[in-house]
């Protein structure tokens, strides 16, 4: 065995064991000789990921990118020849032959903006990679490379990476793709966010805490059954618990360029129960359902708490339904909410269903 396979390497690499060793294997063994200045050090591959041993300087000129889901600090470094080395020796670990090495620093403040998702798992594909004259090096997919999709955005999501590349690239960006729109860094800090930049508008998700519930006003009968509300529900409430208007919804992808999307959260404070004149005893299901500017939503109703289920979140007593629609953008159209009560009689052996309809209809100046 020569002297180079039994180096053990100070950096955590892509390849590293699943053990936890530091060993460099799967790196191309650099032979004395072979690059013909004697360099016995193992080599590493172009799209090797690495990680420092030791803390580091953050990088100047730090840029702000945005997830649906979480804000991002990026910078992207200059290729440099070799991975830095506390000691001021050349670090354990060569370069491509002829090639160099990329730094990028990722970092995530503890505030969040609002998400919206219609179903669980979470769908959205988050991609990482250094362009470095072009070629894509993709830091997602490889082990001890940096994970930002939604369902495993705590683990991995942040530090400072080295990736190999060939050469000694002049042109190097960091690359956040997300469900197939781009925001890009430079290593100059020059920034193209895309259609990401609308995020950045979105309020703090824990602001919306404060924000005022809109009551839905008073019901209307909408239908000819012979079913009337027992007394306790004749005030039955409509409220819209929240509105978000967002560019981007897990599951749906980005709204059509000059659209966005609004989801309504609706509850109802009391239990709905329905009785007929002839006294005769029966049974009810609730269906709660809307309409935004006459249009039925993209998705909805969602129960919110079986969305939240398994996560932080905590369970809503209200029992929200989520209702997602897509308008164009700045426009407020007019809600239209609708509880139907389908009842059928108790008695096994009898026959018959009825449903009762109640409608709110609340102003879209109000949703904004």
Known sequence: MSRAAELPSLWSTATALASGTALALGLAWAV????????SRPQASPGDVFSSPYAEEPLPDQVRLELPWRHLDVAVAAAQPE????SGAPADVAPPEGGSFVRVDL?????QVPFVGIRRPLATQVEVSVRADGVDHPLSDRPGGFRLDPETAWSNATGTRWVAVDGAPTDVELVVTVDGEEQVVGSDGAADLGRAAQLADLPAA????????????RSRRADSSDLELEDYSRETACTVT??????????LGWAPRGREYVAVLLTLDRTVDVERTDDESWSSATTLSARLGGEEPLAGPVDVNDLNS????????????????????GTNPDLAAAL??????????ATGRETLRLVWDVEGGRLS
Not at 32 to 39: E, I, M, Y
Request: charged share 30%.
């Open 83 to 86: 991975l830095p080395d506390i």
């Open 206 to 217: 824990t602001s919306l805490q404060d924000e005022p519930e809109i009551d839905c006003g």
């Open 32 to 39: 004395t000789g072979l690059d013909g200045d004697g360099d």
């Open 107 to 111: 970092t995530s403040p503890t505030d």
């Open 340 to 349: 139907d009560i389908e009842a059928v009689p108790s008695d096994p052996f």
């Open 242 to 251: 929240r509105v978000l208007r967002v560019p981007y919804v897990d599951g």
């Open 310 to 329: 398994g996560t932080l979140a905590i369970q809503d007593p209200d029992d929200p339904q989520m209702f997602v629609f897509e308008v164009d953008e």
